[in-house]
């Protein structure tokens, strides 16, 4: 038994009688998530690719959305038909095969070439911002280059003045069948019509400027708004500003992936940020009121006395600001004791009258590491 064929109003998330706008838009969300370059590898995205592409060429176009609305899938699908007796879209009545969709439907592909609405490619562009930029947000001009239609001829691809004409010997239909006597019985098949390429129309004056494509590559400067907490490697997608489509197909979506330059002090892993504060042995010894570098500036804080080395401290909200959000992540610093250097003999005198005053202290520390080490190698 056949497989049902899924409604393509269901396929694109829209009620049936949805407007031209709404169809577009919908199309445009959905063949932008599931499009495959944003999705290497997943089968099941593909498939829906393909499904919302098909319901386009058919939702977007006014004539076959007309006819699919009045008789569903059977108006626009020759599949669908049974024989000349039941509304005339062939089929078993008179042993009437389609050798296009027979072989099609076994291989899994379709000799069929739609002359409907094309959607255009997404292209990609890419920006380079500073550590600062990514987290509170910034506007930078991105320059790529796009395919758009002819500014000569409009995108018919016909000179001034003139227009393409319906293809005489497919009606415009972009197909020709042909019918060949079997065995049997009378089997057809179908084929992009050679005199038009398929396109249902035909260009007898072409454009000079686009050679009849109807398109050319302009480039292109676009100042963008990139938002507050954007990561290295994530994209901004501006919609239709890609290649134009094609036949009233909606343009594609231009992809610009964001590089993130490294910070001198700071080092980010998702919202939060970490930095390492170098203290005197003073101040770690005896607490002290230290300054603090945040994205906003200098700050201060009161460390305790005895602080080790290695110590973490949090800032709460002080980090970077979530995507679309007003949330903030947090600020920690590492706290690194710095060993003074090229002591005067003064200062040395003074350590060593100190270190001798810590004399059961350090003792005491000393005995605790030679038992753990004692332990350790039993």
């Given amino acids: 038994m056949a497989e049902q064929k899924r409604d393509y109003y269901e396929s694109l998330g829209l009620k049936k009688g949805a407007s031209e706008d709404e169809i577009k838009k919908a199309y445009r969300t959905l063949a932008k998530k599931y499009h495959p370059d944003m999705n290497p590898g997943d089968k099941s995205a593909e498939a829906k690719f393909k499904e919302i592409n098909e319901a386009y060429s058919v939702l977007g176009d006014a004539e076959k959305k007309q006819r699919y609305d009045q008789y569903g899938h059977a108006g626009v699908d020759p599949n669908y038909g049974a024989g000349e007796g039941f509304g005339g879209f062939g089929g078993f009545g008179g042993f009437d095969f389609d050798l296009g969709d027979l072989f099609g439907g076994i291989f899994g592909g379709s000799s069929r070439r739609s002359n409907g609405p ?8 890419h920006i380079t911002i500073s550590f ?8 930078k001009e991105v320059s790529f280059s796009r395919i758009e239609n002819c500014s000569e001829c409009g995108g018919t691809g016909s000179a001034k003045g003139t227009q393409p004409v319906t293809c005489s010997n497919c009606g415009g239909t972009g197909q020709v069948r042909t019918q060949q006597r079997t065995a049997f019985g009378m089997m057809s098949s179908t084929r992009p019509c050679p005199k038009c390429s398929g396109s249902g129309k035909i260009i007898s004056d072409p454009c000079k400027k686009c050679g009849g494509t109807g398109m050319e590559r302009r480039s292109k400067k676009l100042e963008i708004s990139i938002p507050a907490g954007i990561d290295d490697k994530q994209t901004v997608v501006l919609n239709g500003q890609g290649n134009a489509g094609r036949r009233g197909g909606p343009a594609g979506d231009l992809l610009c992936q964001v590089s993130v330059r490294p910070h001198p002090v700071f080092e980010r892993e998702g919202y939060n940020i970490y930095c390492e504060v170098p203290v005197t042995f003073a101040e770690a010894a005896l607490g002290a009121q230290i300054s603090i570098p945040t994205l906003e500036g200098k700050t201060t804080y009161k460390i305790p006395e005895g602080t080790q080395t290695g110590t973490l401290f949090t800032l709460r909200g002080k980090g970077i600001q979530a995507v679309n959000s007003r949330l903030r992540g947090d600020l920690s610093f590492r706290v690194v004791v710095e060993v003074p250097k090229n002591l005067s003999d003064t200062q040395k005198k ?3 009258e100190f270190d001798a005053g810590c004399g059961n202290f350090n003792h005491a520390k ?10 350790l190698f039993k």
């Fill in 350 to 352: 003074l350590l060593r």
């Fill in 366 to 375: 000393r005995a605790g590491f030679a038992e753990k080490l004692k332990n």
């Fill in 118 to 125: 094309v959607a255009g490619d997404d292209i990609g562009a």
């Fill in 132 to 139: 600062e930029e990514a987290a509170f947000g910034c506007k």
